[in-house]
């Protein structure tokens, strides 16, 4: 690639890593929340605070990071986000009160935010068409590789001490290791020419919203990472959140038993994670999504029944179909909106879409364990599936297949797509 002295390949794999310590950050709670419950004896609401936390901050993040990418470039933005989480994550060793740990949270949440919007605008003006897009879907391989991380550091604890004594604060502060290993990486990567070459412009919100809304494909494409943004992560900020909360309180097995279970439902997102991507350059963007929300309906619907009936060996074999739905579904939605957005506010429109995205899960996550109390699991599960609706409908009636597109790369030192990768027509 002409104008930088790293390949693609490893610009991917600083982007990817960045991703992973994302995720890593996001599930830790929720994977650990056993353990941190029983350390600070805490209740449902404020469980449902301390999970959300992490959110909230990254929807902040989100619009902040977005606005300082454009303004700043994507390395520096980059750089201190990964400089934040090591900062953040090594800090967790030393939490010894639920007020600390729901502040630390909190500002955690702020790179997990403004990361993606980095590392996308990276992704997208660095890749050639055809295969940014494969890149950006690997998003939820990475987070299934974080949960597993976070589970199997866990486990192996568990394994060697007590139950009872395994330190939540471990897990959570190896997150710093990827961090500083992603923030030396970033520094032999020179920042996007298509940023340089633009970087005098101040592009503002309002003209963004214009921008997006005068162009059929923008507008579609935009609308749809939106809707389909909000009902990915409601699933993920519900039903995905609580499968360990919901795996022990199967009764299945012991504590043990119980993490190596949860580990096996999550092992299913490896190949789902794969499969995403290998098969886009035949499937497009559009057909995987629709394919993975109609697997969460069928999911949350099969596993709410079998709660609600009592069958619970059926819950485990509903939630793999889940993970495997909710991460082809997760695949296209930030990826199509930073592929069609425009260089001058790329960094603003993908954080945006994150932000919209993470605003109802922040809410619903705060209260979703106080819903089950007062519904029961099995019934707040069948609620769950509304999200999955909606994303199915976007889907359907408002995207429209962009895999290959290249037209915000006019002007740019960037190759077009790959000689036989983009076998699907973009939208006009």
């Not at 600083?14 to 650990?32: C, G, H, K, Q, R």
């Not at 590789?145 to 192996?156: E, G, Q, R």
């Not at 003209?207 to 990472?225: E, G, K, L, W």
């Not at 695949?331 to 960094?347: E, H, I, N």
Request: glycine residues 10%; charged residues 10%.
């Amino acid at each position: 690639m002409a104008g930088t002295s790293v390949s693609p390949r490893y610009i991917s794999a600083v982007s990817l890593l960045a991703i992973f310590v994302d995720e890593w950050n996001y599930f830790s709670v929720p994977m650990l929340s056993a353990f941190i419950e029983r350390g600070f004896h805490l209740g449902s609401l404020a469980m449902g605070l301390v999970t959300s936390a992490v959110i909230g901050g990254a929807a902040v993040g989100s619009l902040a990071g977005g606005y300082l990418t454009d303004a700043l470039g994507r390395k520096r933005v980059f750089l201190l986000n990964m400089v934040l989480f090591a900062a953040t994550g090594i800090s967790t060793l030393f939490v010894r009160n639920f007020a600390s740990l729901l502040a630390l949270r909190a500002i955690t949440g702020f790179p997990v935010g403004a990361d993606l919007a980095s590392g996308y605008a990276f992704l997208m003006e660095t890749i050639r068409p055809g295969r940014r897009e494969v890149t950006g879907t690997m998003n939820t391989l990475m987070a299934s590789f974080a949960i597993l991380s976070v589970n199997t550091i866990a486990l192996l604890m568990m394994l060697t001490w007590p139950a009872s004594a395994m330190d939540w604060r471990v897990p959570m502060a190896l997150s710093a290791l990827p961090a500083l290993a992603g923030a030396i990486m970033v520094l032999r990567v020179p920042e996007t020419g298509q940023w340089r070459e633009r970087m005098e412009e101040r592009v503002t919100f309002r003209a963004m919203f214009r921008s997006i809304f005068s162009d059929q494909t923008r507008r579609r494409a935009s609308v749809f990472s939106w809707i389909s943004g909000a009902a990915s992560t409601l699933e993920v900020g519900t039903f995905a959140f609580f499968i360990p909360v919901i795996v022990s309180g199967l009764g299945i097995t012991g504590p043990i038993g119980s993490r190596e279970v949860t580990i096996a439902i999550y092992s299913f997102g490896v190949p789902a994670g794969i499969a995403g991507p290998l098969l886009l350059p035949r499937l497009g963007l559009r057909k995987v999504s629709t394919v993975g929300y109609a697997s969460t309906i069928v999911s949350l619907v099969g596993a709410g029944l079998s709660l609600v009936l009592r069958q619970y060996l059926l819950v485990p074999l509903f939630a793999l179909l889940f993970v495997w739905g909710n991460h082809w579904n997760s695949q296209p939605t930030l990826t199509s909106q930073s592929m069609v957005a425009d260089t001058g506010y790329r960094g603003k429109a993908t954080g945006f879409s994150n932000f919209i995205s993470l605003l109802p899960t922040f809410v619903t996550v705060s209260l979703f364990q106080g819903f089950v109390h007062s519904v029961g699991l099995g019934l707040a599960t069948l609620a769950v599936s509304l999200a999955p609706a909606a994303g199915l409908l976007s889907s359907v009636l408002v995207f429209r297949e962009i895999y290959g597109y290249s037209r915000d790369l006019v002007g740019s030192r960037l190759p077009g797509p790959e000689e036989g990768a983009a076998r699907l027509e973009p939208a006009d």
